[in-house]
């Protein structure tokens, strides 16, 4: 009886003592005006995702992702509003709205460090999206460690992270990027034509760079085990990347396919931002027959986040299996 009675009294003191702090806090709160647990901050780091392709390291970074209503209007732009909401529908997703996410990736090869795109940069930020460098940095990496930039092609969304408060974003870096895309944009004959505000931003971000750039052509190579391969038609000279290394493939297909739904399933119907619409549906085709055909991982710049899978063949086009544990064993 004493034992119990002297743990009721330490427990009923503990509870006594701590009253006052409670109730100091408590004051002090309302005192201050403090919010709530529930109403702190969350934001976290933009996500990330890493694996292996043979001996190189590839980090899958989130640069960030927006819902844009209306999907007719970006994809299908041929079809009725009908047809497309009823193919999304059927793969369970929503006929009014979709979402779309960048994903630049950094290769770690043992001896370089190599950038695919740069995502939104400063211009996006105001928005919630150029969120590479955080990404970058959650994941171990410096800005500096960065030794080549590869800009697949040159719309907005990939070029704008090369520059940060007017000075290159990545200052140890060389850069390379196709020939024919380069000299699309460059090109002062782009001024009073749609592409004068595409031209602008490259003369802004990637004019800066050109004494530092490499410009290849299809089969060039960045480094050992990536190469370079022509797919035009989403723009003038866009390119991909074909990633190998002891065995192992990964093909970076870019804006190949914006949608993972709408532009593979039905490869042949027409994107609004495909500047050349029939040749980018006509290298959809060639570069997800050879991905299906050879069972080839890809990553795809606004595919769902890590942005990474398969595609299997299907009736009308191919339908996207996300990577799993495929790299880690």
Known sequence: ????????????????LA????????????????????????????????????KFEVLVVKDGARASGSPQETFGTNQSVETVGALLEANF???????????????NTGSDVILFDTG??????????????????????????????VLTHMHGDHIGGLMEGGQPAFPNARYVTGQAEYDFWADPARVGTPAENGHKGVLANVTPMAEKMTFIGDGGEVVSGITGMAAFGHSPGHMIYRLES??????????????????LQRPDWEVRFDMDKAAAAATRAKVFDMLATDKLAFLGYHMPFPAVGFVEKIDQGYRFVPKAYQFDI
């Open 120 to 149: 939104l940069g400063e211009g996006g930020r105001a928005n919630g999206l150029g969120r590479f460098m955080e990404g970058l940095t959650a994941a171990g990496y410096k800005r500096e460690d960065v030794t080549t930039v």
């Open 246 to 263: 002891e065995g192992r493939q990964l093909v970076l297909t870019a804006d190949t396919a914006n949608h993972f739904v709408l532009s």
């Open 93 to 107: 997703l929503p006929a009014d709205n979709f979402v779309n996410s960048f994903a630049p990736v950094l290769v």
């Open 19 to 54: 009253s006052p702090m409670i109730m100091t806090r408590a004051a002090i709160a309302q005192q201050s005006g403090a919010e709530t647990s529930m109403d702190i901050d969350h934001a976290m780091p933009p996500e990330t995702h890493r694996f292996n392709v043979g």
């Open 1 to 16: 009886m004493i034992s119990i009675k002297r743990r009721m009294l330490l427990g009923g003191a503990g509870v006594a």
